[in-house]
């Protein structure tokens, strides 16, 4: 009931973040005009094929693709503008993403296959910056080639600079790199006037934090129906702490984040378990206490809705038991005597240390502190718990509720 009841906040999350468009102030080029107003922002691949665009808060979203305008752009953001690529049945006009603007203009394309592609312009010519690895067969073995042949067409459209062309040989396919090679021409090898935009080469941004709240365990352990001790339900309740490190991804999508924690989470679980024989009667008073470190790997998905940004979690956690306390005991009952005897005797003799699980989750940064973000998040994980015998699967289900706080 309680997978049912995530998966269904899960699906009414997801549609309610993709219902929503985030709107930022900027520009179309229209017919030699530039008409100001809101600009839906979007991800590289998304941005390359239309832009959504609103002259006011009020007034109607209208969608151009790049056959209808000559670009568009957000007002301290990325600029587009539109160029052709291909001939005759083959042309296709998309917006490129301006990253340097001059004598010799730079430009970024991520296709359908999200590959990042590079296009001077110079000279009136679009040219696109090549780059790629080939696998082949030397003396017997299979090796990957690189090919950079964006350096030829470099050399060759900046000839009229020697010192640099030269330059060309060394350069990486690095979108930063690539821009810093494009300035230099036109601050240093053209007789114009500098250049008139250069873009913020994309970086990934780090920050930590730390996170507590509080955790839902189910624990289901599933042996012989013959022995209802290894055969029963159990749950938890107890807190959680994390430290984490936050790392976004630019290049792979401006909304992707990797996440990784170190968290803390103990677990106590109680229950009293009888079992029969012919004469005999057993009482099981299980009391196990797990306390685990736990390693989540999280990928995360935000999109900035306004002034507020929702987030999806997906990824792995490796547990590590750092501490294992078996205070199990059982009564043992002679039925037709009614004499008894209690002894130590641990629930299982052997407890594996290293448990594995999968996590997902979703959650919200609030803007309580531009520098110190607030997050609220839920969680449902999933891992195969402690037991090292086959035949005696423990599964857990964990729902969590988690509060962070950026630095």
């Not at 012919?278 to 998905?301: F, G, I, Q």
């Not at 306004?306 to 294992?324: D, Q, T, W």
């Amino acid at each position: 009931m309680k997978k049912i009841f995530l998966s269904g906040l899960l699906v009414l999350a997801f549609h309610a973040v993709f219902a929503q468009r985030n709107f930022k102030p900027g520009y179309i080029l229209q017919q030699q005009d530039t008409l100001r107003g809101l600009v839906d922002e979007r991800g590289d691949r998304r941005s390359a094929a239309k832009v959504v665009f609103k002259a006011s808060a009020e007034a109607e979203a209208i969608t151009y693709t790049p056959a209808e305008i000559g670009g568009y752009g957000l007002d301290g953001g990325h600029r587009f503008e539109t160029h052709g690529l291909g001939t005759g049945d083959t042309a296709q006009v998309h917006f490129f993403t301006l990253l340097v603007k001059g004598y010799a203009s730079l430009y970024f394309f991520r296709d359908k296959d999200s590959r990042d592609r590079f296009y001077l312009l110079k000279d009136g010519s679009l040219r696109e910056l090549v780059a790629y690895k080939a696998i082949e067969k030397v003396q017997g073995r299979r090796v990957s080639i690189p090919y950079n042949l964006f350096r030829g067409t470099l050399q060759e459209a900046f000839k009229d600079c020697p010192a640099l062309a030269a330059k060309a040989k060394n350069l990486r396919y690095r979108e930063k790199e690539l821009i810093q090679y494009v300035t230099d021409y036109n601050n240093g090898c053209t007789p114009l006037p500098p250049q008139t935009y250069v873009a913020q080469p994309r970086q990934a941004v780090s920050s930590w934090g730390v996170a507590a709240g509080a955790t839902h365990t189910s624990l289901q352990v599933s042996g012989s129906s013959e022995r209802p001790r290894y055969n029963q339900s159990f749950t938890s309740w107890g807190p959680s702490a994390a430290l984490f490190y936050h790392l976004t991804l630019p290049w792979l999508n401006k909304k992707f984040a990797l996440q990784l924690e170190l968290q803390y989470q103990p677990q106590k679980y109680t229950n009293v378990v009888t079992e029969s024989e012919s004469a005999m009667r057993y009482e099981y008073d299980v009391h196990l206490t797990l306390n685990y470190l736990k390693v989540p790997v999280l990928l995360r998905y935000a999109v900035p809705v306004g002034k507020l940004k929702p987030f999806f979690n997906l990824g792995f956690v490796n547990s590590f038991a750092v501490k294992v306390k078996d205070e199990t005991s059982v009564t043992r009952t002679l039925i037709y005597q009614g004499s008894s005897t209690v002894s130590s005797e641990p629930y299982l003799k052997e407890y594996r240390k290293y448990a594995q699980g999968y996590l997902a989750g979703f959650g919200l940064a609030l803007p309580a502190w531009s520098k110190h973000p607030v997050t609220v998040e839920a969680r449902y994980e999933r891992g195969n718990g402690f037991s090292d015998y086959v035949g005696i699967p423990t599964i857990t289900d964990q729902f969590s509720v988690l509060v962070g706080y950026g630095f």
